[in-house]
């Protein structure tokens, strides 16, 4: 596992110098030193053994994200625009299926761009989340966007899970 990461790193920053210097054999003496730093700050910053994005679920992830994205933009738009302001903001905590930094963290991230939420962070095992509209908040949305990202880190989906399945309050 080790070796596949730190080679898979060495491979990607390689990739990068190469594209960065356009590929000029006068680099490559510069390159050498850089790309065998670069590698070693980030197995030092990022442990091989700490989970990592599987690229392959990554590809099809990312034009999701980006349209989910979109929407969450129009849907900001719309509420500025609109005269009666649909805004009634309050606070929930949805309860996590992992206790994984790296997989909490993207989700939050992931969550802060959906329609109407901000990911504020994790506590006692459940994410809050700031919600622009309480009536428009979709749990089962944020749900699925949980499931998928631990796909992306290559965790165990648990069998779907209704809300009332989890411990914890909204």
Do not use: C, Q
Not at 93 to 114: C, D, H, K, M, Y
């Amino acid at each position: 596992m080790k070796t596949l990461a730190t080679t898979s790193r060495l491979v990607a920053f390689s990739a990068f110098w190469l594209a960065l210097t356009g590929a000029a054999v006068d680099a490559l003496y510069h390159g050498l030193p850089v790309v065998l730093l670069a590698t070693w700050i980030s197995l030092v910053l990022y442990p091989a053994g700490r989970p990592g994005i599987r690229l392959w679920w990554a590809v099809p992830y990312v034009p999701h994200l980006l349209l989910r994205g979109f929407w969450g933009g129009l849907d900001v738009a719309r509420r500025v625009l609109d005269p009666r302001l649909p805004v009634r903001p309050d606070w929930r905590r949805v309860p996590l299926l992992t206790n994984i930094a790296e997989v909490n963290a993207v989700l939050g991230g992931v969550v802060s761009v959906l329609p109407g939420s901000l990911a504020a962070g994790t506590r006692s095992g459940a994410l809050e989340v700031h919600v622009v509209d309480t009536e428009d908040f979709d749990r089962r949305s944020l749900e699925a966007e949980e499931r998928r990202v631990l796909r992306l880190f290559g965790v165990p989906v648990p069998a779907h899970e209704s809300t009332e399945g989890r411990h914890g309050s909204s």
